[in-house]
């Protein structure tokens, strides 16, 4: 992994104009993030951490500080930034060649366009479904979808918004596996917002902590495991209940129940 810090978030704060008033949905964020690296996001509901990623790929603005992707100042969303939401928000009248090409820029030849959307097509694992619709597909096969779009531009950050949250259980393995063998491949810097703790401890190669709302980051975890993880391993429960701990440092009772 390069020690290269592409992405660079300087002393974020985030605010809104709610009913009720002016609400404070970040507070001092600072991170930086590795060429390459696979960062997990957790925290409570509510906490900003969808919000941190709309303000990484641009989808949001107006906030105090700085995000940076190499020198440049993140305003507005771009091709070099690709997101994946929990829901795939494929277009229903689109076969999946169609809708993987939707995201593509248009300065591209029709033949070269042809294959990179086979190109991903292939990487997600859905050979023989270019002309399925969404309507065909399963949850976890839209989802795939989804992914080659998000990657079809080679970006160079990636943020996923609980992308399997959607997916039955094995499901949900299964895409953590595929999206885990997509990022050895292709070697895209991600972030991964979940409410998943085993997930973000299988997945990620540091573990981000925020606390309640007003979000700020409280813990910054470094999952030094192997690939793959067991995760009924003596280390990755011992990284589950670091977690747990931080999340839940004012309900100390609990901590007897967990795991």
């Known amino acids: 992994m390069s020690s290269a810090a592409p992405l660079i978030i300087k002393n974020v704060s985030k605010t809104y104009q709610a009913n009720s008033g002016i609400v404070q949905a970040l507070t ?3 991170l930086s993030v590795h060429q ?16 941190l990623l709309k303000l990484i790929t641009g989808l949001e603005n107006n906030f105090t500080g700085e995000i940076l992707l190499g020198e440049e100042r993140i305003t507005k969303p771009d091709v070099n930034r690709g997101m994946i939401f929990q829901e795939a928000r494929l277009f229903p009248w689109l076969t999946v060649e169609q809708n993987i090409a939707f995201g593509l820029v248009d300065n591209i030849s029709k033949k070269d366009k042809e294959e990179i959307v ?4 292939n990487l997600v694992n859905l050979s023989g479904f270019g002309k399925a619709y969404p309507h065909q597909l399963s949850g976890g096969m839209q989802q795939r979808v989804s992914i080659a779009r998000a990657l079809v531009n080679n970006p160079k950050i990636l943020t996923l918004d609980e992308p399997f949250g959607a997916l039955d259980a094995l499901t949900r393995i299964q895409m953590q596996q595929e999206i885990l063998r997509i990022w050895e491949i292709e070697k895209t810097t991600m972030l991964l917002v979940t409410h998943d703790i085993d997930e973000a401890i299988y997945l990620g190669d540091r573990i981000v902590v925020m606390s309640t709302r007003p979000g700020t980051i409280t813990k910054i ?20 209940r670091e977690i747990y701990a931080e999340l839940f440092m004012e309900e100390k009772d609990l901590m007897e129940y967990i795991i």
């Open 28 to 30: 001092d964020i600072n």
């Open 118 to 121: 086979q190109f991903h097509i």
């Open 36 to 51: 390459g690296e696979f960062v997990s996001i957790v925290g409570s509901s509510g906490c900003g951490k969808s919000t």
């Open 221 to 240: 975890i470094e999952v030094k495991l192997p690939r793959p993880r067991d995760r009924n391993s003596y280390e990755f429960l011992q990284i589950k």
